[in-house]
């Protein structure tokens, strides 16, 4: 049980600073991949694997009780 808490704390701790501003001054560049903006992109990115992760993260605990 402390450890399912430990993870989702540990989650929403990285999805905290996946969107906080240091990392997200490093990709705000005049850089564009397949002509979008590598900003748009990884913003995205994390926003899938958040997404992802707190599905799976919830999934398991469903199956566990």
Same mark, same amino acid.
């Given at each position: 049980m402390a450890k399912r808490h430990t993870l989702w704390a540990l989650l929403g701790i990285l999805i905290?600073?996946?969107f906080n501003f240091p990392l997200l001054q490093i990709f705000n560049r005049d850089i564009l991949w397949?002509?979008?903006?590598?900003l748009l992109?990884?913003?995205? @990115?994390?926003? @899938?694997?958040?997404? @992802?992760g707190l599905y799976t993260l919830g999934r398991r605990s469903i199956f566990r009780e």
């Open positions: 905290f600073l996946f397949a002509g979008i903006p590598i992109i990884y913003l995205y @990115v994390v926003w @899938v694997l958040a997404i @992802v």
